[in-house]
């Protein structure tokens, strides 16, 4: 089976043919942005030091070393948990043209709202598989907001072929983690009560 | 050895230790993980435990934190009164952290509460996290190191639950806390339930689930029955790797309890993801050790 490889600058076409649980690899660039820089653009209305219209982000916060030669070696560099942006993704969507967000777990109504209004993708990178991901990072180009920590720090990563990315939320307001949650509620509900008969030690 | 010979040891087999089960799973965790993957019939759930062997496999040839978030360090210690260097164990143990965080590279993930600054050492007021048991008549120490990452934290809850919602009651919330917020902490996850009084001695204890082993059974036989009533269901429901629905929800339920007023029933949840770091090791009084849960590691 050939790859599906998306490559930044992103444009909205190469978006529309995908629905969520296709698997994606990206090849470009690939810049983290977590909770601080996203309060820091939407709530205290700061702009972001790096451009990303068409561009993919990565709620991720690495382990980076620097090298003897001042460069930066990306150590470790898995996905953090997509929902505590949730507050400012579509906002943030709005303002940077973003197109691609890689995180871990699902998002929620809004950030669906954003991904549709203006075209974009959330994606799941397997969370915990934090070295398989450093080694599909080519580089490390630029460090920007460093006074943040090295978890928060944006780093701007050329990948190649990085995932694989499993798309969670596509152009047409489906959302795939929401999806199975409504499932696993479902499925609980027997379980639950049947467990429930034969726990009742208070007697 | 003198004293301070013995401190520099100590401190340095700590060091050593706590990057080591950064990069490698312990015995159980990994054994539990292979089992599930070969139960695994959905593509895409295969498709993430095939990353997750290849992760396990890179982290250790190249000698690097399996995943990025190393934590904040918890140390579990359980000393003998009579262990040579009880005094000196708290600073010791925050040496080591300081220096792992050097060698590991570990992540700096201690931010100082109300000043919000990141103190890039991974030491901070109280962090390292240590959790005491002495134990009389004993000159040795366990120590469990454990690396709380935010996305297996952010779970955690406990509440006070009143007598007539029962064990029952537990069950609601062990399954919401999990059907929830669980599907986000990188499931199969090893959950850890405490059933005692309070909020916080639940909690407590609920973390000490989660260091016991997988597959290990509570000694009471309600408890014990409690645990795999909970780990089958929470199966059944089938969150899979990653909340993308699977075989399996969970590596299993531990449930650690206490003696509690007869107007409450306090239960606490807390998660252990699949990349579930956690380390024990045995000193002896002339710090000669042994590490229990990883076979065969050589530090």
């Known amino acids: ?203 | 050895m003198n004293k301070d010979e013995a401190i520099l040891s100590l401190t340095d087999t700590m060091a050593k230790f706590t990057v080591y089960i950064g990069k490698r799973l312990p015995n159980d965790v990994k054994d539990k993980l292979a089992e599930l993957r070969t139960m695994e019939t959905n593509p895409l759930a295969k498709a993430v435990y095939t990353s997750m062997a290849e992760n396990q496999d890179a982290a250790d040839k190249l000698d690097r934190p399996s995943c990025q978030d190393t934590g904040v360090i918890q140390y579990f210690i359980s000393a003998g009164a009579r262990f040579p260097l009880l005094g000196e164990l708290e600073e010791v143990l925050r040496n080591a952290t300081l220096e792992a965080t050097r060698m590991g590279p570990l992540r700096h993930n201690a931010v100082e509460t109300f000043d919000e600054k990141n103190t890039g050492t991974n030491t901070g007021s109280r962090i390292p996290w240590l959790d005491w048991e002495i134990v009389p008549d004993d000159d040795g120490a366990t120590i469990d190191v454990y690396m709380a990452g935010g996305g297996c934290t952010l779970p955690g809850s406990a509440k006070v639950l009143m007598p007539g919602e029962g064990y029952e009651g537990v069950t609601d919330f062990v399954f919401d806390v999990i059907t929830s917020r669980g599907v986000n902490a990188c499931p199969p996850l090893l959950v850890g339930v405490g059933v005692s009084t309070s909020v916080e001695t639940a909690a407590r204890l609920s973390k000490r689930a989660i260091l016991r082993e997988v597959g290990s059974h509570n000694a009471n036989p309600n408890a014990a029955l409690m645990e795999k009533l909970l780990e089958e269901g929470l199966n059944e429901v089938g969150i899979g790797p990653q909340g993308l629905t699977g075989a399996s929800s969970v590596m299993g339920v531990n449930i650690e309890a206490s003696a509690r007023h007869p107007s409450t029933i306090g239960v606490a949840v807390s998660t252990g993801c699949w990349a579930h770091r956690r380390g024990k090791i045995r000193f002896k009084a002339d710090l000669s050790y042994e590490i229990i849960s990883h076979k065969g590691a050589v530090l």
């Open chain 1, 1 to 203: 089976m050939t790859r599906k490889i998306l490559t930044t600058p992103i444009k909205d076409e190469d978006l529309a043919g995908l629905n969520i649980g296709d698997v994606i690899y990206l090849t470009g660039h690939l810049v983290t942005c977590r909770d601080v820089a996203h309060r820091r653009l939407i709530e205290l209305k700061r702009e972001l030091p790096v451009d990303i219209r068409g561009g993919a982000i990565f709620h991720a916060g690495p382990i980076v070393r620097k090298k003897a030669d001042g460069k930066f070696e990306m150590v470790s560099i898995g996905p953090t948990t997509s929902m505590r942006m949730e507050k400012f993704e579509k906002q943030f969507i709005k303002e940077t043209g973003v197109k691609l967000i890689v995180g871990k777990g699902g998002m929620g109504p809004e950030t669906v709202e954003g991904c549709m209004e203006y075209k974009a993708v959330h994606a799941i990178f397997p969370g915990g598989c934090a070295v398989l991901a450093a080694t599909q990072v080519e580089e490390i180009e630029r460090a920007e907001w460093q006074d943040l920590g090295m978890p928060e720090t944006l780093w701007v990563n050329r990948v190649k072929e990085f995932g694989p990315l499993i798309i969670s939320i596509d152009t047409k307001g489906n959302n795939l983690i929401e999806q199975n949650k409504a499932v696993f509620n479902e499925k609980k509900k027997p379980v639950v009560e049947k467990i429930k008969s034969q726990v009742r030690f208070i007697k």
